[in-house]
């Protein structure tokens, strides 16, 4: 218990600047033109979908879920975020769509502004964080793009 | 394609309605006369006669509130009956009411249709309409005659020569295209009116059904756009790149409100509907969307979660006096204000899913027409007797449907895919 403390304790020493502690500081990812012949190096990361793949990774996920139709970000999904923003952070060159998605059972046009809202929430806090404005665009698709009950959640997406 | 329809008679002096008792009032519909059988570009004028003599029956049978007796052949009177009927003779039919009229051919290859509407059991006429049209277009001259025979039955203007715009959707999941339909409000003359290409939602028709103002997220976001039905022309509402949704028409057809969304609080703008600058008419923290014009363009109903869920508000067309009028137990949201002024059609949000009401402007006298869980997009009918919805059926699936405000069942619209988010324009010019 006193061990675990301590742990915590220095983790949080070694990332001041972020409020949210983690567990696996992620590693930069090298983008490496693939080789035509041999052995590929590593790591190898190319294209747009093994980036997405990295970010996945890194990131723990690239969607953040919200309750009802709020665009309040619970501890969890802060995590999520703060991972998401260093990743964002060490790829500066990347921009990232933010999709905003609304419950099922909600309305169409309140489900699009409810999508818009969580949206933005989830770019609010990712500049809080330290990423360029620059790199965030933001999309709701309402209810439009259900993916099963659990829609409330907001999606970042790479996009380049 | 603008119909070109020249008043033969614009009269209709309404006298008051003959259905202020409860019982549904029984029309006869005689076949149409000719003054002469001449061959049109349409067919002859015996045929026309007939055929327009179905669709007017047609018409009145597919409403709730008035009964029309079935066309018979055997019931033909001559040319000059057409405005001086024997009324005994269809009162001993069981008929309130009679319709009779015209079909003529002119020189210029044109159609002269009439219409007139008899109260045979005080043997007085009621109103009367007529029109000249090109031969092809009898069935608009048809629809407007149907409209004398309802309005002049139940004070109410008909619903028969009025357009529908929905969306339609084929396939499912993301393969699913979305594109927006507009037809007759008879089901014919049904078109696609956008590709496919982008997602489209909210279809909304101008009062007279000439221009459609929708969402469509070309350029990535939902943003609205208008369009010219003639000529298939479209343009953004507003420039600039703020998601934009929920637009409808005022009432005169000259404004359109819409909702858009900046840092993620989402407001109520108009702005003309030719463009221009909008003007913002809300500001509370939350969501303000949903916006409806009432029949005079004085003030506007709408819907907002600035209280913590959606409830309807009501507030002058500028924005000043916003009030909130539903206070009962579940969210309410997406009302329309009807076209006599006297209700908000709305979605009820709870625990048994979504499901369509009406109930006064007050908020009083509530009721649930539909079983839902998953009725939303209530539009009126411009009779204010009637309302399409949209009807989803599970799986991403959804139909559009009718119901009368007065109680009823649902009836399914038949239309050649899966549908929703369905409009219903004032009547045509």
């Known amino acids: 218990m006193r061990r675990l403390m301590i ?17 696996r500081v992620p590693t930069i990812v090298q983008r490496v033109i693939p080789a035509t012949r041999g052995r590929p190096q590593q790591p190898v990361v190319v294209g747009i979908d093994a980036l997405r793949a990295d970010f996945r990774l890194r990131a723990g996920s690239d969607t953040v879920y919200f309750g009802g139709d709020s665009g309040l970000l619970s501890a969890p999904t802060r995590a999520t975020l703060a991972a998401q923003a260093q990743w964002l952070m060490r790829h500066s060159e990347m921009v990232v769509q933010i999709e905003g998605h609304a419950d099922p ?21 990712l500049i809080l964080l330290g990423v360029p404005a620059g790199q965030l665009t933001t999309v709701s698709y309402g209810k439009e793009r259900a993916a099963g009950a659990a829609n409330s959640r907001a999606v970042t997406v790479l996009v380049r | 394609m603008k119909l070109r329809m020249t008043a033969l008679i614009v009269a209709a002096m309404f006298a008051a309605p003959l259905a202020a008792q409860h019982t549904v009032p029984v029309i006869a519909v005689p076949p149409l006369a000719t003054p002469e059988d001449k061959e049109t570009s349409a ?5 026309l006669a007939w055929q327009a003599t179905q669709l007017i029956a047609s018409d009145l049978q597919s409403a709730a509130d008035v ?81 004398l025979a309802y309005q002049s039955l139940t004070g109410a203007p008909g619903i028969f020569d009025t357009r529908i715009a929905y969306v339609a959707k084929t396939g499912l999941g993301t393969a699913q295209v979305a594109r927006v339909a507009v037809m007759d409000g008879d089901g014919l003359n049904h078109d696609y009116v956008t590709t496919g290409d982008t997602l489209v939602l909210t279809p909304r028709l101008s009062p007279n059904g000439e221009r459609l103002a929708f969402v469509s997220f070309t350029g990535g976001k939902p943003n609205v756009r208008v369009m010219d039905l003639a000529s298939n022309d479209q343009r953004p509402l507003v420039p600039g790149d703020a998601i934009s949704f929920s637009p409808r028409y005022s009432p005169d057809g000259s404004r359109i409100l819409f909702s858009m969304t900046q840092a993620g609080n989402t407001d109520i703008y108009v702005v003309n509907a030719t463009g221009g600058f909008p003007q913002r008419l809300t500001s509370a923290p939350g969501i303000d969307t949903s916006a409806s014009f009432s029949p005079d363009g004085s003030r506007i109903l709408f819907e907002s979660d600035r209280s913590g869920f959606q409830q309807l508000y009501i507030m002058n067309a500028n924005g000043s006096d916003q009030r909130r009028i539903t206070f009962g137990g579940g969210w309410y949201a997406a009302p329309e204000w009807s076209p006599d002024g006297e209700r908000v059609a709305f979605v009820r949000r709870g625990s048994d899913g979504l499901r369509v009401g009406v109930m006064k402007v007050d908020g009083s006298d509530l009721q649930i027409l539909t079983s839902g869980p998953r009725d939303e997009g209530p539009s009126w009918a411009v009779s204010s007797r009637e309302l399409l919805f949209q009807r989803g059926e599970g799986f991403g699936r959804s139909s559009i449907y009718r119901v009368g405000v007065n109680g009823g069942q649902p009836r399914k619209v038949t ?15």
């Open chain 2, 67 to 147: 009964m029309a007796l079935s066309p018979d052949q055997k019931d033909f009177y001559s040319y000059p009956e057409v405005t001086a009927p024997t009324h005994s003779r269809w009162r001993a039919k069981g008929a309130k009411a009679l319709l009779t009229g015209f079909v003529q051919a002119r020189p210029d290859g044109r159609l002269a249709v009439g219409c007139y509407v008899y109260d045979v059991e005080k043997g007085r006429e009621l109103g009367r309409t007529g029109f000249v049209v090109p031969a092809g277009e009898w069935r608009r001259a048809a629809h407007k005659c149907s409209g």
């Open chain 1, 105 to 125: 059972a909600d309305t169409r046009d309140h489900a699009l502004a409810v999508g818009a809202r969580r949206a933005e929430a989830v770019r609010q806090f």
């Open chain 2, 415 to 429: 239309v050649p895919q899966d549908a929703g988010d369905p409009d219903w324009s004032g009547a045509r010019d």
């Open chain 1, 7 to 23: 742990m915590v304790a220095v983790i949080a020493g070694m990332a001041p600047s972020a409020s949210f502690a983690q567990l």
């Open chain 2, 43 to 47: 067919g002859s004028t015996l045929s």
